[in-house]
């Protein structure tokens, strides 16, 4: 049982290049979500997915555009990048908002 | 707006000795609570959670928090550390099914 899986593991882009984070669940979850992490910040969220078909702004949206492509997969796009976005990305799913959420194993992302 | 309160970035046990984690939120009703842990170069696992009942919550590895509704607080604690339980520990509440809000987080080392 996979669980959540993110790809790429790793990526080094250049300021203003655009990339797709992709991450993808086998748990049948309604919802999904993306953070970052950054050091001493905890892990503020970027977008997240209520149910299929709807995608909300968190705390941190700026810069980023997500896709619920359909109940598996939920991507994370940067149109162009930029040195603040240097960052480790987490996707997680959960049944419902406010239920446990399943991580996956994250994505390290450095802007030159 | 909830939050959460991790007091102690960083916390440093010897091996054998009392863990203590404090975590303090600000909702003004009972929440959904939640402790994380993040080993290096991984994603979070969840460690235990209190949704209702029982106050006194037990959750894997030895660990159990206990939900204070009058100190809102949920600190997490094992009686004895072991090497392995260094890692980075995360509090998380949510509530009204509502998007989970995650501490700055506490690094745990352990000596030797």
């Known amino acids: 049982n996979a669980g959540v899986t993110q790809t790429p593991k790793f990526q080094v882009l250049k300021t203003g290049q655009s990339m797709t984070l992709q991450c993808a669940q086998d748990?049948?979850?309604?919802?999904m979500y993306w953070y970052r992490q950054d050091p001493g910040m905890g892990l503020r969220l970027i977008y997240y997915?209520?149910?299929?078909?709807?995608?909300d702004k968190g705390e941190v949206p700026n810069g980023y555009n997500v896709s619920r492509l359909n109940k598996r997969e939920f991507s994370l796009r940067l149109e162009s990048a930029a040195p603040s976005q240097t960052s480790v990305y987490f996707c997680?799913?959960?049944?419902?908002?406010?239920?446990?959420?399943?991580f996956g194993p994250g994505t390290r992302l450095t802007v030159l | 707006a909830q939050s959460v309160t991790q007091l102690g970035s960083h916390v440093s046990v010897s091996e054998g000795a009392l863990v203590l984690l404090r975590c303090n939120y600000s909702?003004?009703?009972?929440?959904?609570l939640f402790w994380y842990v993040q080993y290096p170069n991984q994603g979070l696992q969840l460690l235990l959670k209190?949704?209702?009942?029982?106050?006194l919550v037990k959750g894997i590895n030895g660990f159990e928090a206990e939900f204070k509704k009058s100190e809102t607080s949920f600190h997490l604690t094992k009686p004895s550390a072991h090497m392995s339980d260094a890692a980075e520990y995360f509090c998380?509440?949510?509530?009204?099914?509502?998007?989970?809000?995650f501490g700055a987080g506490t690094r745990l080392t352990v000596k030797p």
């Open positions: 909702s003004s009703v009972p929440p959904y």
């Open positions: 209190y949704t209702t009942g029982a106050t």
């Open positions: 748990m049948n979850h309604n919802s």
């Open positions: 997915s209520a149910s299929e078909g709807t995608t």
């Open positions: 997680a799913s959960s049944e419902a908002q406010g239920h446990t959420q399943y």
């Open positions: 998380a509440v949510s509530y009204n099914n509502n998007d989970m809000r």
